[in-house]
């Protein structure tokens, strides 16, 4: 990859870099937070003495990252009241300061008031891991080995700032780079948390099944009978399975005729648990209008 292209300056201050991002959705309060913790921890284990700068959901600035501020989303998963009825959030990122961007970085998003609650967890690793694909897909492995899954993605993706002042600009100066390299995926998760509540609304390298979505896929082992030769099916505790599109992440380029036909095969294996229509018009792509938000969300689904 040429990260320069993906990369966004302002003056000096980096404002987007490319990144793979690793994203779950979970739904309905589990039975308790040991999958959460699980995954907080796993990304600590990796990539947390390279955090600098965090904020949680109450807090209109970040601040430097000390270890000790991740007590605050430990005590979140344990307490069932909390992930019942509250809204927290946490993120950080490795950058040098709060407005210069760089991964790693983590952003959970615990959305108790709705019904059923809401929950996205955000593991933003550097670009560069793309060249290991082996080991992101054991770091997804343990990372979700007691997760509660609904349905989640790994693929390439952008980070930006979220400062309400840059967004807008930088999802504009996004959209053309999304349109034209199908394997770059959209950078909010969050925006796509009521369509997954629906079924499976993205496809990527890896794309991540819960136990339920893949028992109405005939489960593990007819998925992977019948799988294409280029699409691995992998285990993903618990109950779970990952579909594993080729050896690596790809980007593609419609321009040079490669919209990526590996992860259309993905999208036809997984087609009869695809969120409905109605739950994919929901779902904003910032920077795109009309039509081409429409075809660029269903790109892997036609």
């Keep these: 990859m040429d990260a320069e292209k993906f990369t966004l300056k302002f ?30 921890r796993v990304f600590c284990e990796a990539f947390g003495d390279r955090l600098s700068v965090y904020r949680t959901g109450d807090m209109k600035r970040f601040r430097p990252f000390d270890p000790q501020v991740l007590e605050g989303p430990r005590h979140w998963f344990s307490d069932p009241a909390l992930l019942a009825t509250k809204v927290l959030g946490f993120e950080a990122h490795a ?30 690793l550097p670009v560069e891991s793309g060249d ?27 980070l930006w700032d979220r400062d309400p002042s840059v967004d807008q600009v930088i999802c504009e100066w996004a959209a053309p780079l999304l349109r034209r390299h199908p394997g770059l995926g959209y950078g909010k998760p969050l925006s796509i948390a009521n369509a997954s509540e629906m079924g499976l609304a993205v496809v990527s390298w890896l794309t991540l099944l819960g136990p339920a979505l893949t028992a109405a896929l005939g489960g593990g082992e007819a998925l992977a009978r019948n799988a294409p030769a280029e ?15 080729g050896e690596a992440p790809a980007l593609g380029d419609v321009n040079r005729r490669d919209p990526l036909p590996v992860y259309h095969a993905v999208g036809r294996m997984a087609a009869p648990v695809v969120a409905p229509d109605e739950a994919l018009d929901e ?9 081409d938000a429409y075809e660029w969300f269903r790109r892997f689904f036609v």
């Design 231 to 245: 699409v691995s099916v992998l285990p993903l505790s618990p109950g779970g399975v990952m579909l594993r599109a």
């Design 11 to 40: 003056d000096k201050r980096v404002a987007a870099v490319p990144c793979l991002e690793l994203v779950a959705f979970s739904f309905g309060v589990p039975t308790d937070g040991a999958g959460f913790a699980r995954f907080l």
């Design 95 to 124: 950058g040098a300061t709060a407005r210069d961007i760089a991964a790693p970085a983590l952003d959970i998003s615990l959305m108790g008031n709705f019904e059923p609650q809401r929950y996205v967890f955000r593991m933003v």
């Design 132 to 158: 290991s694909p082996d080991q992101v897909v054991r770091l997804a492995q343990d990372a979700l080995a007691e997760f509660p899954l609904a349905s989640g993605y790994c693929g390439y993706s952008l």
């Design 283 to 291: 779902v904003a792509v910032d920077g795109m209008q009309g039509d």
